[in-house]
């Protein structure tokens, strides 16, 4: 899960566009090609089930582009997410500022959404975990967090994989939702960045760390 991705404020440190690589995925700059591909993950009531509502084609390819504009100023962000093997894109996955309040903000999110022909491939552990290094790497962070609705169990799933975890005394109701929605109530996940084990990639594609 993510939000719409918001602009990055001109104090945050700014690197060179990262690129990161796993085993199985490329986290990269958006193409012209991805845009169609992107609507059609955006208007799956499936992939989009725990979001207020689908994206038409015009606003998929309006999100698609702020990606792809962010990742350009500042070098990190919501990237693309391709297959090494077939350059099939599969998604996207990164990290981004939400620019709303919750007891929490300011803080950095990671989140994610991919396509329903790539679930359970650990395709979203995977790239996420690429993601974690770059925020606790290069980016020097303290802390990413992660939310999604309650009932999102394959997210929350994902999160707690990468090894977040939940306070439920922090769990929110989101503040760009209406009151009334279904999807309002949300968890929030933390992971400080001594907590995360991220370090080399094996052959079997998945991140791995020291043991601790």
């Known amino acids: 899960m993510t939000s719409t991705p918001t602009s990055i404020p001109d104090e945050d440190r700014r690197i060179p566009l990262v690129e990161p690589r796993t085993v199985r995925l ?5 193409r012209d090609e991805d845009w169609a591909p992107f609507a059609a993950l ?3 009531p499936e992939v989009m089930r725990y979001f207020p509502s689908t994206l038409d084609e015009q606003e998929s390819n309006a999100f698609a582009y702020r990606n792809a504009a962010l990742l ?7 990237w693309a997410v391709g297959a090494l093997d077939s350059g099939a894109f599969l998604g996207m996955v990164g990290l981004n500022r939400p620019q ?8 950095t999110e990671i989140g994610w959404r991919l396509a329903r022909s790539a679930w359970g491939r ?31 169990t394959r997210s929350r799933a994902v999160m707690e994989r990468l090894g977040m975890t939940r306070d439920p005394a922090e769990d929110f109701d989101h503040p760009k939702l209406d009151p009334d929605s279904p999807v309002r109530t949300h ?17 079997s594609g998945r991140l791995v760390g020291p043991a601790r």
């Open 72 to 78: 350009e100023v500042y070098g990190y962000g919501l």
């Open 122 to 152: 650990g395709y979203a552990t995977e790239a996420a975990r690429a993601a974690l290094a770059v925020a606790f790497g290069s980016l020097g962070l303290d802390e990413v967090v992660s939310f999604t609705t309650v009932a999102n």
């Open 26 to 30: 490329v986290l990269r700059q958006w």
């Open 100 to 107: 709303w309040s919750a007891p929490f903000t300011p803080c």
């Open 42 to 44: 955006n208007a799956d």
């Open 187 to 203: 968890v929030l996940y933390r992971l400080r960045a001594d907590r995360f084990d991220g370090g080399r990639l094996p052959a």
